[in-house]
């Protein structure tokens, strides 16, 4: 029989992707001055982020299967480790910038293996709710992430940003070490080749993989591009991580709203299709007012739609590859998060918050369409 993990555990793997990424946004200023780059150059370095994170995601995915969930979990943990002591440590933008690549690999690990092995202990209908709570988590993360960016780039810059992501990552390194479980029965053998010859032909991954990376890249285009606009408003970094509050209360009343409506038994479905509502109108929102501050207040429905999109795509996606869950995790995950990364090298150039959040609406209504 397996062991179930604490929740609370996997809460917190779920939420520190998200912090990690979210803690280092408001630091940008301080990196594009610190290594006389431009704001578009150290905003690219979340499209190389993402794109390590994907491989990341699949390498993780595959050794779950062939190692076992524990110590593959152990062993991104403490590249990402090593990872943030040498960012923190550098005074060279390429460095940083292959420390970034190899973080993002590491902390990879977090997400695929924390969904491996509660797809591994709860059944399909459990997943929803599961992921409902997961969702709860993951919305408290830009609240702790943005704010504490922002004290920590007011006070000391980027170092001072790496230096608190080094030490979280060994104090989740260490507890993982004597409390995670192994969630896997039995190793099985990772047939890579035929499994990803059936999901490039699976139309439901596909679109599920277009959905997680459009509410992805709407809600991390604010935090790639939304320092700068920020900046020409007059406002300082440790606003914009103060904003980082408003969009967790966004979220978290889009999990909580979530939560709600699959108790009442309304289907996955028609939440899908909330979520889509949501996002269409905060986009036209954010574009309609970006000319002011009080652009924020549309982009809570934005990240209000992320909290409800989410968890219900990520606890379907995966319902036929039961038996590979863990490599199959791993193909799902690349495929969005290369879809994630393209999208936000594309916001990159853009510079344009508003309409990468609109092209981002634009792509979930054509998904929800194609869908059976």
């Given at each position: 029989?397996?062991?179930?993990?604490?929740?609370?555990?996997?809460?917190?793997?779920?939420?520190?992707?998200?912090?990690?990424?979210?803690?280092?946004?408001?630091?940008?200023?301080?990196?594009?001055?610190?290594?006389?780059?431009?704001?578009?150059?150290?905003?690219?370095?979340?499209?190389?982020?993402?794109?390590?994170?994907?491989?990341?995601?699949?390498?993780?995915?595959?050794?779950?299967?062939?190692?076992?969930?524990?110590?593959?979990?152990?062993?991104?943990?403490?590249?990402?480790?090593?990872?943030?002591?040498?960012?923190?440590?550098?005074?060279?933008?390429?460095?940083?910038?292959?420390?970034?690549?190899?973080?993002?690999?590491?902390?990879?690990?977090?997400?695929?293996?924390?969904?491996?092995?509660?797809?591994?202990?709860?059944?399909?209908?459990?997943?929803?709710?599961?992921?409902?709570?997961?969702?709860?988590?993951?919305?408290?993360?830009?609240?702790?992430?943005?704010?504490?960016?922002?004290?920590?780039?007011?006070?000391?810059?980027?170092?001072?940003?790496?230096?608190?992501l080094f030490i979280m990552a060994l104090v989740l390194f260490s507890y993982n070490l004597f409390k995670l479980p192994e969630t896997q029965q039995q190793t099985q053998p990772v047939a890579i080749a035929s499994l990803s010859a059936r999901m490039l032909k699976d139309r439901h991954i596909w679109l599920s993989a277009l959905l997680v990376a459009s509410y992805n890249i709407a809600l991390f285009s604010y935090y790639q591009l939304g320092a700068f606009r920020f900046s020409e408003l007059g406002f300082g970094v440790d606003k914009f991580g103060y904003s980082g509050i408003a969009l967790g209360i966004g979220s978290l009343l889009g999990s909580y709203l979530n939560t709600v409506l699959l108790g009442k038994k309304l289907s996955q479905g028609f939440l899908l299709w909330l979520a889509v509502i949501l996002l269409t109108i905060g986009a036209i929102g954010v574009y309609m007012m970006l000319g002011s501050i009080c652009f924020v207040i549309p982009m809570l429905l934005v990240v209000m739609s992320f909290g409800i999109a989410i968890p219900n795509v990520l606890s379907m996606a995966l319902n036929d590859y039961k038996q590979q869950v863990g490599s199959a995790g791993a193909l799902f995950g690349l495929s969005y998060y290369l879809l994630i990364a393209a999208g936000l090298a594309l916001a990159g150039v853009v510079q344009n918050l508003g309409i990468v959040l609109i092209g981002c609406a634009v792509v979930t209504l054509a998904v929800m369409l194609l869908r059976k």
């Open positions: 029989m397996n062991t179930k993990p604490s929740l609370w555990l996997m809460v917190t793997m779920l939420m520190f992707p998200q912090i990690v990424e979210t803690i280092y946004s408001p630091a940008l200023g301080s990196i594009a001055q610190s290594f006389s780059v431009s704001y578009p150059q150290a905003a690219q370095t979340l499209s190389v982020y993402f794109s390590a994170f994907a491989i990341g995601v699949v390498v993780w995915g595959i050794l779950a299967d062939k190692w076992g969930r524990r110590p593959t979990m152990l062993v991104g943990l403490f590249i990402y480790a090593c990872s943030a002591l040498v960012a923190m440590q550098t005074n060279n933008f390429t460095v940083l910038m292959l420390a970034r690549a190899f973080s993002a690999f590491g902390i990879a690990v977090a997400s695929v293996i924390t969904q491996t092995m509660l797809r591994d202990v709860f059944s399909a209908q459990e997943l929803g709710k599961v992921f409902s709570l997961m969702g709860i988590g993951i919305s408290i993360s830009p609240v702790l992430g943005m704010f504490l960016g922002g004290q920590l780039s007011l006070i000391g810059g980027y170092q001072y940003v790496f230096s608190a």
